[in-house]
Nanobody, 121 residues
Framework: VQLAESGGGSVQVGGSLRLSCAAS????????IVWFRQAPGKERELVAG????????YYADSVKGRFTVSRDKADNTVYLQMNSLKYEDAALYYC???????????????WGQGTQVTVSA
């Protein structure tokens, strides 16, 4: 499975962005598609995820109530709607495929190339 992110850009504090992660290849019900982010000088951080089959979701505490992850099975795409963006949300955002939620990037065999999110005043 290959993944490709899009939708990043520059936004003001308090603004919104929607990221997309398009998957080529078959996704199975047991798969999870997650979003990580990595800011300069920091470790890659698990932000949110969704299980492909049931649609159950995961959110890091830092984004709960502000970010929403969803999927469109017809388009084989996962979305990350980001609202009320803060300076600390600025990072390179990656989507990845795995079989269960883990904060360890090594647990995910498939990654996209990343899309940059910049938050400014």
């Amino acid at each position: 499975v290959q993944l490709a992110e899009s939708g990043g850009g520059s936004v003001q504090v308090g603004g919104s962005l929607r990221l997309s992660c398009a998957a080529s290849g078959r996704l199975y019900s047991s798969h999870v598609i997650v979003w990580f982010r990595q800011a300069p000088g920091k470790e890659r951080e698990l932000v949110a995820g969704i299980r492909w089959g049931y649609g159950t979701t995961y959110y890091a505490d830092s984004v709960k109530g502000r970010f929403t992850v969803s999927r469109d099975k017809a388009d084989n795409t996962v979305y990350l709607q980001m609202n009320s963006l803060k300076y600390e949300d600025a990072a390179l955002y990656y989507c990845a495929r795995g079989t269960d939620y883990s904060g360890s990037p090594a647990s995910y065999p498939s990654w996209g190339q990343g899309t940059q999110v910049t938050v400014s005043a």
